[in-house]
């Protein structure tokens, strides 16, 4: 019963019944958000003010910045996710093929790209100014702000995904855009739900609501765990994790997709400063 689960809980599942009833489905990041329903709340009204409120971009190159963004960490989950959304709003398909079939506007943000997602203290002025610079593919100020925006976004998600260990989806072709979080209407009948797609949905509620639980019981059990046990265990975790790459990086069918995406595919991250050398020049507030 809903008086049996924390008042967190009750927030959570309130907030993933509406996205059902909205969208029909919930994907993988909010069910795993949805264990912290504030966070999941900023969320998804930051997801709807990029992808669906009025902006400079249009949708489909929103998404497309989106799959560019992700690639660049080989995020399969999120590259997977954007291209089932960016069909559905009307992009074209060729451009799916790579970022060579993409028009040369979109193909020009690809050094901001991989300086933002590996180094992103190398990004200068000089890199606005050519993206800004008057031409057939130049950039309007207010473009570049909302691209850059979604490309840190997508940067961060990223991680997000990999250290959750969310898995890319059977289906990425519905809409998983978070409802509106303006919206005031009242919750959808129950042919709104789809049939067996609001059957489906209850019963990935019910699973929900066991996760909580369990992860309730766990967290009480390891109220008895000492510092210095949990210190050991996150060691091993980290050594064993290192050790076992992603089965996603192993897959050479989600690489060949990924690297599509991707122009100069081995830039990555390199340390900013090491003892003894002269450290780049950096930018300073107080």
């Not at 019944?17 to 069910?31: P, Q, Y």
């Not at 999120?78 to 960016?86: I, K, Q, S, W």
């Not at 790459?245 to 069918?253: A, E, G, Q, R």
């Amino acid at each position: 019963p809903c008086s049996a689960i924390p008042q967190e809980g009750r927030e959570s599942l309130h907030q993933l019944l509406e996205a059902f009833l909205s969208e029909g489905r919930v994907d993988h990041v909010a069910m795993v958000m949805g264990l912290h329903p504030q966070y999941l709340s900023s969320f998804w009204k930051t997801q709807y003010l990029l992808l669906r409120m009025d902006g400079p971009l249009p949708y489909h190159k929103r998404h497309y910045i989106a799959i560019m963004a992700a690639a660049r960490h080989r995020c399969s989950y999120l590259v997977g996710l954007h291209m089932g959304e960016f069909l559905q709003v009307g992009g074209n398909p060729a451009w799916l093929q790579g970022l060579h079939c993409a028009p040369q506007k979109l193909r020009n943000l690809n050094e901001v790209n991989k300086l933002l997602a590996h180094r992103p203290w190398l990004v200068t002025k000089e890199h606005i100014e050519a993206l800004l610079k008057p031409g057939e593919d130049s950039w309007s100020l207010a473009e570049l702000v909302q691209a850059l925006v979604l490309l840190t976004h997508y940067h961060s998600l990223a991680s997000f995904v990999f250290g959750c260990g969310i898995k890319p989806e059977q289906d990425v072709g519905n809409s998983c855009w978070a409802p509106s979080p303006y919206s005031d209407s009242s919750p959808a009948s129950d042919d709104s739900m789809g049939g067996s797609g609001g059957r489906d949905a209850m019963q990935e509620v019910e699973v929900l609501m066991e996760r909580m639980k369990l992860l309730q019981e766990s967290h009480l059990e390891e109220e008895g765990v000492t510092q210095e046990e949990m210190a050991t265990r996150f060691e091993l975790e980290k050594t064993e994790s290192l050790l076992v790459p992603s089965s996603d990086i192993l897959d050479p069918f989600l690489q060949s997709n990924i690297r599509c995406f991707l122009e100069d595919p081995e830039f990555g991250y390199k340390d900013f400063t090491w003892r003894g050398e002269q450290a780049p020049p950096t930018f300073r507030a107080q």
